[in-house]
């Protein structure tokens, strides 16, 4: 991952930058205003018991796979960019990755403010920047993120189970460069 993330790319007054330990409270809230917005549309099983922890987005700062959007007004996201292989991922059901020998990152933990308009579509624009080959995944009652992840290009490809046992809908794009 040499390099990703030290030159900030702008898309649509966004810009994306590498997460530092110091971003975790404005990480946090934005994260709390993301578990509101699943709250409200009706998918109440997903990011429950504390999850995303401080602990995991520490983790993800440390390990250099955390990224946060900013907007003029501040921090208004936050994302997981990480490189394969992906355990969890490694059997799919019900279906087949597109492709399943070539090396690609995953997107995990994508949140942002309601008011902020663009965030996915800037964190993807930026993903993409990086690597050609990026998978996802959701909850089945995320229908916000499957519309923004099939509108983005992303093809459905099958269930993933995470290491709790819970399902995801698991979703690939592989661009041309």
């Not at 987005?57 to 993800?60: E, L, P, R, T």
């Not at 946060?68 to 003029?72: F, N, R, T, W």
């Given at each position: 991952m040499e390099g990703v993330g030290f030159i900030r790319?702008?898309?649509g007054g966004m810009s994306i930058r590498p997460a530092y330990l110091g971003d975790l409270n404005a990480i946090m809230d934005v994260l709390v205003a993301a578990k509101g917005i699943m709250r409200a549309s009706g998918n109440m099983g997903q990011w429950i018991?504390?999850?995303p922890s401080r602990e995991v987005?520490?983790?993800?700062i440390s390990h250099g796979y955390g990224f946060?959007?900013?907007?003029?007004e501040g921090i208004a996201g936050y994302f997981a960019f990480i490189p394969s292989p992906e355990p969890t991922y490694l059997k799919i059901y019900d279906g087949a990755?597109?492709?399943d020998t070539s090396p690609y990152h995953v997107v995990h933990r994508i949140g942002s403010y309601p008011?902020?308009?663009g965030v996915f579509k800037a964190i993807m624009d930026w993903c993409f920047s990086k690597d050609p080959n990026i998978r996802i995944d959701t909850h089945r009652d995320n229908t916000i993120m499957q519309h923004v992840i099939l509108k983005y290009g992303f093809k459905y490809c099958g269930i993933i189970y995470l290491s709790s046992g819970d399902e995801r809908l698991a979703y690939q794009k592989i661009s041309c460069r």
């Open positions: 790319i702008f898309t018991n504390g999850y987005i520490s983790d993800d946060v959007v900013e907007a003029p990755w597109l492709e008011q902020v308009h």
